[in-house]
């Protein structure tokens, strides 16, 4: 086994894969979920280094500061806050989780390894969240980190990387708190206990390591919570660090949210064809489990789709639930999905067919996508300034080269499933840089409108005031866009009275909806000085003076 050349590979596709990731992104609005984070930046890069991430100059509970340190010392590097420094941190974990993939199957088979890989990345929920801000990227890493240490360590005999994953646990919980831990902690309980008894007493001796390791995870676990709730204190006070408590542990064990099978119904489009993909080689190759004892591969593969189950179904049963909680398990599942279409028995072969034709179609079925786009965003002003005969000679020169890859890998399915799932995914990561997310950046602009309203409230800025709009959410979105602390006011629907005690002058922003809402207020008679749209949503602005 030559581990120079599969080093050197590996390092081939990590910095490919960054490339894909970072391509395009510099001084980029922020877009969704990114634009709290960018604020978190912004607030962090304006007054320090800080314990926990701080909106409106107050400690944010849902996160511990970690993420954020990790973009505010690429933005020190980089002399500026920005996009790319934002969204580094994700992109790095991401194209390390795919690195570490190829490391982890090309001393088994490199083709293995490869269409592991690209199926991955063609994940679309997984391929767009390596181009933001993402938490669960960092902590895929870190359980695809945890599986190689315990598989490398017990392929050599080395106890000191079966102990290095504890590090891990720690890691995890200062990324992505609890939940963090208990992925990467589970990983390692899910790995032990699919291990082999090959003589009498080794399922009592595996029994305990699983459980050691459960118990290390739970004395590691109290510590952290310990220590979490320490520095809460110490930033916000005991109410900031119940705050915590709430936003870390108890919101997500409610019984409001989604139902058992979310994350069933998302595999069929944000995760697809990689879950269905595992799921159907699981279950095909379920009858061979018993054998794994005298193949390697086979061990290797029952152990990966089981902590890929352990993700899928654990995050299952808490009824809080997010689309991207379980992207930890995407290579996991990628590399039991690549391994059934590469060795397809039974009804698999019709599978793989099935495979064939839909990523080498990909790259037309990518410009019929573009069409089709272009239609409904013209008529809402969304299409981005990119030349059309451009994205279809790409697509048309992509589905040229899929053709012709099809016709000369007759005799290699193996090159074939490689050369057709390279070429969808370029197809796909072209789609997504130069016409969806530019789209996404018109859609959901708040600059223009941030800088009109900026623009009229003049050096004498008054109090801003946001009416029955989200703290979290549209005031996030006008608050990035701002190059200097702000405290505005926030004031529900639920009670109207302190606008008639607002110091003057005031500037309130309303959604548009909501303007019955005034009625019988001191803005009732307020003359409206701007509207526009915020965030893709028709907003209101009045001046009390």
Same mark, same amino acid.
């Given at each position: ?38 604020l978190f930046l912004q607030e962090m890069f ?223 489009? /944000?995760?697809? $064809?990689?879950?269905? &993909?595992? +799921?159907?080689? %699981?279950?095909? *190759?379920?009858? =061979? @489990? ?78 019929v996508v573009l069409l089709v786009c272009r ?34 890998? /007759?005799?290699? $399915?193996?090159?074939? &499933?490689? +050369?057709?799932? %390279?070429?969808? *995914?370029?197809? =796909? @990561? ?116």
């Amino acid at each position: 086994m030559d581990h120079h050349r599969i080093r050197i590979e590996m390092l081939g596709v990590f910095l490919l894969a960054l490339f894909l990731f970072t391509f395009g992104i510099w001084d980029q609005p922020a877009q969704g979920f990114d634009g709290r984070w960018w604020l978190f930046l912004q607030e962090m890069f304006r007054h320090g280094a800080s314990l926990f991430p701080t909106t409106y100059g107050e400690p944010y509970p849902d996160y511990p500061g970690t993420a954020t340190l990790f973009s505010y010392g690429f933005a020190q590097l980089f002399g500026a806050p920005n996009e790319l420094a934002n969204i580094l941190p994700t992109a790095l974990a991401s194209a390390g989780v795919l690195a570490l993939l190829y490391r982890l199957l090309a001393p088994f088979d490199r083709t293995w390894a490869l269409l592991a890989v690209l199926l991955t990345a063609l994940t679309t929920q997984w391929l767009e969240k390596s181009r933001s801000v993402c938490l669960d990227q960092m902590v895929s890493l870190l359980c695809l980190g945890c599986f190689y240490l315990l598989h490398s360590g017990e392929q050599l005999g080395s106890k000191w990387r079966q102990y290095a994953i504890f590090p891990l646990f720690v890691i995890a919980f200062a990324i992505r708190g609890p939940l963090g831990l208990i992925e990467v902690c589970g990983v390692a309980c899910t790995y032990w206990a699919l291990s082999i008894c090959r003589a009498p007493g080794d399922g009592w001796r595996l029994l305990s390591k699983v459980l050691a390791h459960g118990l290390i995870g739970l004395i590691l676990m109290a510590a952290c919570w310990w220590a979490l709730m320490q520095l809460a204190q110490f930033s916000g006070g005991e109410a900031f660090a119940r705050q915590v408590y709430q936003m870390q542990v108890g919101g997500r064990l409610d019984e409001s949210g989604e139902p058992l099978y979310f994350y069933f119904q998302l595999s069929l489009y /944000r995760y697809f $064809p990689v879950v269905p &993909l595992a +799921l159907a080689t %699981l279950f095909v *190759l379920r009858r =061979q @489990w018993s054998t794994r004892h005298s193949d390697d591969k086979l061990q290797l593969l029952a152990r990966l789709g089981a902590c890929g189950l352990m993700i899928l179904l654990g995050l299952s049963v808490p009824h809080f639930k997010r689309a991207y909680y379980i992207l930890p398990m995407v290579p996991m599942f990628a590399a039991v999905a690549a391994y059934g279409l590469l060795h397809p028995q039974r009804w698999l072969l019709r599978v793989r067919w099935f495979y064939l034709g839909l990523v080498g179609l990909l790259p037309g079925l990518c410009a019929v996508v573009l069409l089709v786009c272009r239609h409904s965003w013209q008529k809402h002003g969304y299409w981005p300034a990119l030349s059309l005969p451009l994205m279809m000679a790409v697509f048309f020169g992509l589905q040229v080269l899929a053709l012709h890859g099809w016709q000369t890998t /007759r005799n290699a $399915p193996g090159r074939r &499933l490689v +050369l057709l799932s %390279l070429l969808a *995914l370029v197809a =796909q @990561w072209w789609l997504l840089v130069k016409a969806i997310e530019p789209a996404k950046d018109l859609q959901f602009a708040t600059r223009g409108f941030v800088d009109q309203v900026e623009q009229l409230r003049g050096e004498d800025r008054g109090t801003l005031v946001f009416l029955n709009l989200g703290k979290d959410t549209w005031a996030v979105r006008y608050m990035m866009n701002l190059d200097h602390d702000e405290q505005p006011r926030f004031i529900g629907k639920d009670d109207l009275s302190p606008l008639a005690s607002l110091p003057r002058p005031a500037w309130v922003i309303l959604a548009r909806k909501d303007r019955a809402l005034l009625a019988g207020t001191a803005l009732e008679q307020a003359t409206l000085v701007f509207e526009g749209r915020l965030n893709d949503n028709p907003c209101l602005v009045f001046e009390l003076k």
